[in-house]
């Protein structure tokens, strides 16, 4: 932690390297020190907990894709770190470093917001727990102050929930920066047919990952079947996204594609 | 054609692929010489402005830096180019497009170049640039040069276009984008030169042209060209991107000055902002057809956004012209290509070279024909193929080898076999259509012939020794020209030796480009060992008493009847010690009159018939495909490992430009990065990719082999278009295929 | 201020202790330093994959790697999985299927199937389509590669189907 007290601008923390490195190479991070933090104990470890999991921070985002508990626990959470990037990249990316790196389109964060994931930070002042809806505050920008994230817990989820992943990128290849990205987690009473808990987390279409809340209150208490479903999706494109246009895509598309991939993964849902 | 060979038309592994699986192969930056400099290179931010002033004083003083050159420093010629010499090896008054090279800086490290390039100020006098082409061809817009934006303009004239129209009982009529590509070979430019004891330079490059490295280097250094020898490397692919030897030139820059060896290699940004792209096409096509669905006149106007600098825009305006009309017989056309400047970057060779562009174009329409006339797409274009008897868009006939029609049979069946899979339910919210694309084209430089000349050494061990400069650029065009002279000398392959890559050693052939290099120099190559062959069958006859026609050369032996006479002793009996031979190979053609486009370009035509079975997400536009057939025409295949390999290769690299690839520039280019310049992965590889090849042997071929490298490139886009058309029901006009442009089509149903 | 980090490396089953420049990455210290110049040099962003090797049985991006970061870590390189002239099955396959060409992909390509094939013995076509996502190749259109790596990795089974 002393470490930690003598953070200033020209320090950065390394753990995967995979967006640093790229970052210093393109002139964008100029430092004069970086300090790993890879092999701080407990840092690299998945542990139960309870029914949930935590992750530390510095585990790679590959090695947790294929982990057998996560896939037993949180397949959501798998399906989405196996298209975070290539082999290569997921055999360095951490988990850690893709959340504090903060990008609106981080491949990790949508299914970590529809599973309420909390991230631990670190720091001189002691420790906190802060939900990952709270933890971004802009693109490339967190809430860490002179902290260090050390652990993500994933709280045990519903039984009966499940959840799906989707990616739209400009090719289909995993490496490829997502256009817009949809998790949906939701948990259906079987008997009334209708949506009990339902987690709707969006990237790539505001300045952070977020959870679509509109979307979201559309759906509770909602008849399965029903339309509410067509109108979550368009108050998830309407009233929580807040796309802008980039190299990769419209604004437009993007706001299209948030109606058809939520409407889509809810019907999938309801399938089950 | 007889199929009684011992070598061509075997898959023999190529023979440079054990050292590459090794990774023992040589490319340029894996060469480190003592005293080495490093090269870097600074360049314009402004796409168009004049240099008031350039300062290179706090550069030169940072520790480590040798030599910081400008214009005025260069020895020798300040311009370059392939056909006409309009690019500066550093720019000296004005720059013309977003990465123009100002000034070089030669360093002991790396890093030290890097921080002095940061401390050289220019002063840009900053102007309004004109980037798109049609505004640069309005009357007021910005010169880009002194002679005007029109770079080019090239021609078809043929027939009487009014009354054609006015027969045709349909015509269609449409505008269609072809994106501007970049080449992106794996291994981005690298140029090593050092100076010799002697007063010349040594060049080792990454090249498609080692010849014309040395014209260039020659010149820029202000020696004549005994004086330069060029290697080429190891070359990580070039696809026309490496014929251009703007690095080579620049290290030597560096080189001559500091006198000491000196690398240059492009960063793979520095690769994408300023190396120099395939052309982006704007194109208005009209075509007219009977009831029957004959092809009655085709009227078009091609714009070719050349950006800064002509390059081969010349010749790839003239082959897209000359193209215009693809694989079929339309008896009036009137086409007019232009290659236009503006301060993008520059547009210059890439496989394809103004075909794919063209295709894409065409075979829209033919499907739009297909259409109205209630006419299947298969027999449409069998109404209209070319045959041995009729005139292509130059008015060339091709007497042998035109095996189009028997490919638009083949490739019934195959549509038919894809639309049974189409009968298949789709999963929900999926679209599934079948499409088909054909082109042809003529090999090689069709501008100007080239003509290729080799050099065949039989050494008394019966081994060989070939030389001829059409470089190898991964393609497998040595392990060709070894397979063709080991079946002419009757020797295994492993024992011939083939030296393409040394300027001193190597005749020059002109560039590895236009699928030419089998035709052309697989040509030389067979009538060389030829030669040679011949000439130690007649000093054998003679001593033997026979014929030379009695006699085979096997193996290192003269073979009579039973008896062997050696090559050892047949050679030292008549004082030779190697028996070296040297031919050349010219192909009869005429080049395109200027006025009409007419004439008899080339030696032979490659044509290619493609179908796709595609599957468009009506969601979100996403395209897949699911199968996909590529059939070729190679005349004879001399190793069919490698016409695979090509296949494969062209197709997905048409691909890329059918889906994902689009260099966008704004001001200078935006994509960067392969993170934003996406080229296809593993990922997007069809489920099934058929090859198909055809065999009509092709007379004036070696052992009836003719060129198809770029050919199963050029109709991808098409055919991938003519599907997703076919399966969303609206007709897409421009490429790439992003989901987001296929999303915006299908809101417009 | 020239600081320097002594690390010690296997590279190739053979321990190395060398001093890295604290911003010198693995890329870097094989090809320019140890004069290992099969591992390609293609992006330096980790978009391309040329430079993949792999360290501690993970192939990565050696351009992303520092080389600090290597310290105490088994590292092999294109040079390093044939043995006494004898190719590994995954080179012989990719020499017998037509998988090179230009050649330029081939190391990062041989090793990240080799990583594959040493996590996954018995690896689908799938498995393969996603393993080599992040290794570009502009020339073979992946289709032969693909197959070499399947028939390799039939053969390292012992010829016997999964």
Known sequence: MSLMEKLDGSVSLLAGGTDLLVAMKNGRLRHRTLVDIKHISNLGAIRPEDAGLCLGAAVNTRTIARSPLVKERFPLLSQALAVLGSMQIGNRATIGGNLANASPAADSAPALLALEASVKL??????????????????????????????????????????????????????????????????????????????????????????????????????????????????????????????????????????????????????? | MSNDHKVIGKSIPRLDARSKVLGEARYADDLSLPGMLYVKVARSPHPNARIRSIDTSRARNYPGVVSVLTAQDIPGEKLMGPIIKDQPVLCGEAVGY?????????????????????????????????????????????????????????????GDMEAAFRDATVVVEKRFFYPRVEHAYMEPEVAVVAPDPGGGFTVWSSTQYAHLDREEVSRVLGLPQSRVRVHQMMTGGGFGGKINPHAQCLAALIAWRAGRPA?????????????????????????????????????????????????????????????????????????????????????????????????????????ELTGRLGLDPIELRMRNALDTTLPNATGQVMGASVPIKEMLGKAKLTVQSFKLLLQQAPAKGKLRAVGVGCSSRGIGSIRKPSRSTAVVSLHPDGSATVACGHVDLGQGSDTMMAQVAAEELGVDVDRVNVVTNDT?????????????????????????AAKARRRVLEIAAGDLGCAPEELRLMNGSVVYREQGVTLAGLFSKHTFHSVTSV????????????????????????????????????????????????????GHMINPLIVEGQVHGGMMMGLGSALMEEVKVENGVTNTSFATYLIPTTF??????????????????PFGAKGFAEGSLDPVGATIANAVSKAIGVRVTRLPMTSERIHELLSQR | MNITHNIRVIINGQTREISVAPNETLQDLLRYRLGLVGTKSGCETGDCGACTVIVDGKAVNSCLVLAVESNESSVTTIEGISSNGELHPLQQAFIDHGAVQCGFCTPGMILAAKSLLDEDPNANEKDIRLALAGNLCRCTGYVSIMKAVAAAGKTLRGGSRA
């Not at chain 1, 490339?140 to 102050?145: I, S």
């Not at chain 1, 995993?174 to 047919?193: G, H, L, M, Q, T």
């Not at chain 1, 604004?251 to 299209?256: E, F, H, P, T």
Request: glycine share 8%; charged share 20%; aromatic share 6%.
């Open chain 2, 684 to 701: 997007d590889v069809p489920q099934e990719l058929l090859i198909g090849v055809v065999e009509e042997p092709e007379p004036t071929g």
């Open chain 2, 504 to 528: 001193a050693i190597s005749p020059d052939c002109e560039s590895t480009s236009a699928s030419r290099v089998t035709y052309l120099s697989g040509n030389a190559v067979r009538l060389a």
């Open chain 2, 98 to 158: 977003v990465g123009d090279a100002v000034a070089l800086v030669g360093a002991e490290t790396e890093q030290a170049a890097e921080e002095a390039l940061k401390l050289i100020k220019v002063d840009y006098e900053i102007l309004a640039p004109v980037l798109d082409p049609f505004k640069a061809m309005e009357p007021g817009a910005p010169q880009v040069h002194s002679g005007g934006n029109i770079g080019t303009h090239s021609k078809v004239r043929r």
């Open chain 2, 263 to 367: 690398k240059l290699r492009y960063s793979r940004e520095e690769s994408l902002i300023s190396s120099y792209k395939c052309h982006p096409f704007v194109m208005d096509m009209k075509l007219g057809a009977n009831q029957e669905g004959k092809l009655l006149a085709l009227e078009a106007t091609l714009v070719g956004n050349t950006g800064a600098y002509l390059l081969q825009g010349k010749a790839v305006i003239t082959k897209s012209a000359t193209h215009v009309s693809g694989p079929y017989y339309i008896p009036n056309i009137k086409a007019d290509a232009y290659a236009v400047f503006t301060n993008c970057v520059p547009c210059g060779a890439m496989r394809g070279y103004g075909v794919p562009q063209v295709t894409f174009a065409l075979e829209s329409l033919m499907d």
């Open chain 1, 122 to 272: 670190v720091g001189p002042q002691g420790e906190r727990l802060v939900p990952l809806e709270n933890f971004f505050s802009g693109p490339g920008k967190t809430v860490l102050e002179r902290e260090l994230l050390t652990e993500i817990h994933v709280p045990s989820a519903p039984d009966q929930g499940r959840g799906v992943f989707y990616k739209v990128g400009p090719r289909g290849a995993p490496e490829d920066i997502c256009i817009v990205s949809v998790a949906v987690f939701a948990v259906a009473d079987a008997s009334k047919r209708i949506w009990t808990d339902v987690r709707i987390a969006l990237g790539a279409v505001a300045p952070t990952p977020i959870r679509a809340r509109n979307a979201e209150k559309a759906l509770l208490g909602q008849l399965i079947e029903g339309r509410a479903a067509e109108d979550a999706a368009r108050l998830a494109a309407e009233k929580d996204a807040r796309p802008i246009s980039d190299i990769r895509g419209s604004a437009n598309y993007r706001s299209a594609m948030v109606k058809v991939l939520v409407a889509r993964a809810l019907e999938q849902l309801s399938e089950r």
């Open chain 2, 583 to 634: 031919a050349e190979f010219l192909p009869d053609t005429v080049p395109p009159d200027p006025e009409t486009g007419q004439g008899r370009p080339a030696g032979t035509y490659n044509f290619n018939v493609h179908v796709a079975l595609v599957e468009v997400d009506e969601g979100t536009g996403q395209i897949l495909i699911l199968r996909y057939l590529a059939l070729t025409d190679v």
